[in-house]
Structures are given as structure tokens and as C-alpha cells.
């Protein structure tokens, strides 16, 4: 395993299957979630990927808390689509529902998916 340092400091590991991880537990998928990257997120969700989308980070986040708390509904779809699981909860006990201000994701832990 191989850390670096990015220019601000924060740690990189890099495995040797190629996996990047940064210090918090992040990984790729839970960046293009959280910052709404959907071409990057369906690049790394695609058959080349091989990436598990329920991956929680140190503080127990997912990818699909990181979406809902940046109120990323298109992102969170995609998400479902690809079989994240909606009830998994933080390192404080928050489902991915309790970080959305959106009326979209309700405190059922559910998305609402409307045309």
C-alpha cells in the first residue's frame, strides 16, 4: 500500500488493486456522488468499475448519504438503480434521509421517484 499527499495535505492510499482511498474512508464513487458528477459516476458504476456502491467512508457515510445530503436527487436514482442499499447509517445513527433538505427524500429513508 502506497500513501501520498495531495497539495492540501490529505492522505492518499493506493492499493495494489488500483483502488484509491483518501484518509476519510473516501472513494471515487463517493466524490462524483457528492459533488454531482453523474458522467464520472455512471463511468465508475459501468461493468469496468467494479465498484461496491454501499462503501461506507470512516464516519460510516455512503454514497448514497453524500448524494442526499447535496440534494442530488439524479444522482441518488442512479444509485438506486444500481441496488445501494437505503437503510445503512452513519457512524451517528443517520440514514441517507436525515442529511437531505429535499421533500424528494422523505424521513422513510426512501426516494421518491417521480416523473
Known amino acids: ?15 495494489r488493486s488500483s483502488r484509491v482511498m483518501l484518509q476519510s474512508g473516501y ?4 466524490l462524483a456522488a457528492q459533488e454531482g458528477h453523474s458522467e464520472m459516476l455512471a463511468l465508475l458504476l459501468g461493468p469496468a468499475g467494479n465498484v461496491d ?7 460510516g457515510l455512503t454514497v448514497l448519504h453524500l448524494a442526499a445530503q447535496e440534494n442530488h436527487l439524479p444522482i441518488a436514482q442512479v444509485l438506486l438503480q444500481h441496488s445501494c442499499t437505503i437503510d445503512l447509517q452513519t457512524k451517528v445513527s443517520q440514514h441517507p434521509s436525515h ?4 421533500p424528494a427524500i422523505d424521513n422513510n429513508q426512501s426516494i421518491v421517484i417521480s416523473d
Do not use: E
Open 99 to 102: 442529511l437531505s433538505s429535499s
Open 1 to 15: 500500500m502506497l500513501t501520498l499527499c495531495n497539495r492540501d495535505g490529505a492522505g492518499v492510499t493506493h492499493t
Open 53 to 59: 456502491v454501499n462503501s461506507q467512508a470512516k464516519n
Open 27 to 30: 472513494i471515487p464513487v463517493h
